[in-house]
């Protein structure tokens, strides 16, 4: 078995991953100590990548190392161990001198999203969504932070979406530490829900508010199931839950397919999928809140912020909460 050496050439590492006929069994990182040059790390996560794809992480890993480096205290070498670790899934990745503060950090309380795209027919695009965010007094964690600006710049992963190579492992290190090793973009993405949660609870939100257009069918293309938001960062947050910590905000959903019963639902049972009996203590002391926004009847208005902020600031009748159920 041929793998990447330490110290190789990035031209060479990054021209040996352009080959096709590249497998994980011939030519794969068999090491858990990091590479020593940011070339060989991008040859390393991006040798089972399409094109667009390969390009999009290569940008995204350099953006992400030159934000590193720019920590007092940092050095090449740190860097380049955070991001390797981040990538191959390590839940340790990423927490060295507070870089996920700094990576995630927003102007004010977060907001959770999903199902929002330029082009939408119903207007429901991020520029849409950010406009809302502030409406509400919050911010959507991408773009908002360094991170989601730096996701941003690199076309949203969009180029990784239906890439096969994106949730192949990226080495093949014997063992169970191989067991987490879910491929470059699954690691990133888990990593980066990591850090967004993670950064909410270290600030103790007492809310949390998801506004999410997503249908329900799991087999569906775009469901909510497959969304980052389902797959990360709801464990996340139950995560977080479990922990004994003061870090208990109310949920409120935002559901713009007017599907809250059904969703409610759902959500319920993947977070207590985690740790029940923390989610039922949770969720049964503060229900969820979840508000219906059937297309066509409501929009990311005034009056559906209006809706939000009364629901966050009193506990109002006019709030529909769901209580938790067993699942």
């Known amino acids: 078995m041929a793998?990447?050496?330490?110290?190789?050439?990035?031209?060479?590492?990054?021209?040996?991953?352009?080959?096709?006929?590249?497998?994980?069994?011939?030519?794969?990182?068999?090491?858990?100590?990091?590479?020593?040059?940011?070339?060989?790390?991008?040859?390393?996560?991006?040798?089972?990548?399409?094109?667009?794809?390969?390009?999009?992480v290569q940008g995204l890993l350099g953006d992400l190392y030159e934000e590193c480096t720019k920590i007092e205290g940092s050095s090449e070498k740190d860097c380049l161990k955070e991001l390797f670790w981040w990538f191959f899934g390590y839940t340790g990745a990423g927490y060295r001198a507070g870089w996920y503060q700094k990576l995630a950090a927003t102007p004010r309380e977060a907001m959770l999203w999903a199902g929002f795209y330029d082009g939408s027919p119903l207007g429901l695009t991020q520029k849409a969504l950010q406009s809302f965010s502030n409406m509400v007094d919050t911010s959507i964690v991408h773009p908002s932070s360094i991170l989601g600006k730096i996701v941003q710049r690199n076309s949203d992963l969009l180029?990784?979406?239906?890439?096969?190579?994106?949730?192949?492992?990226?080495?093949?290190?014997?063992?169970?530490?191989?067991?987490?090793?879910?491929?470059?973009?699954?690691?990133?993405?888990?990593?980066?829900?990591?850090?967004?949660?993670?950064?909410?609870?270290?600030?103790?939100?007492?809310?949390?508010?998801?506004?999410?257009?997503?249908v329900l069918d799991k087999d569906k293309k775009w469901s909510l199931q497959k969304s980052v938001f389902w797959k990360y960062e709801l464990p996340q947050l139950a995560f977080e839950i479990a922990e004994p910590l003061d870090f208990r905000p109310q949920l409120l959903l935002v559901d713009m397919r007017g599907t809250c019963e059904y969703m409610t639902?759902?959500?319920?049972?993947?977070?207590?999928?985690?740790?029940?009996?923390?989610?039922?203590?949770?969720?049964?002391?503060?229900?969820?809140?979840?508000?219906?926004?059937?297309?066509g009847l409501c929009d990311l208005d005034e009056t559906l912020a209006t809706r939000v902020r009364s629901c966050l600031g009193k506990d109002l009748p006019s709030c529909p909460r769901f209580e938790f159920c067993e699942v």
């Open 159 to 214: 180029g990784c979406r239906g890439d096969i190579g994106a949730w192949m492992p990226c080495c093949c290190v014997k063992g169970t530490v191989s067991a987490i090793d879910k491929g470059p973009v699954a690691g990133f993405w888990s990593g980066a829900s990591r850090f967004f949660v993670h950064g909410m609870a270290s600030n103790n939100q007492s809310t949390v508010v998801a506004v999410l257009n997503k």
């Open 265 to 295: 639902m759902l959500v319920m049972r993947r977070l207590a999928r985690y740790d029940h009996r923390a989610a039922k203590v949770w969720l049964t002391s503060k229900p969820i809140i979840c508000l219906d926004c059937l297309p």
């Open 3 to 56: 793998c990447l050496a330490f110290g190789a050439s990035p031209a060479l590492a990054i021209r040996a991953v352009a080959q096709p006929s590249i497998s994980l069994e011939e030519d794969c990182w068999d090491s858990l100590s990091p590479p020593d040059n940011l070339g060989t790390l991008s040859a390393i996560m991006t040798k089972n990548l399409g094109q667009q794809c390969r390009s999009e």
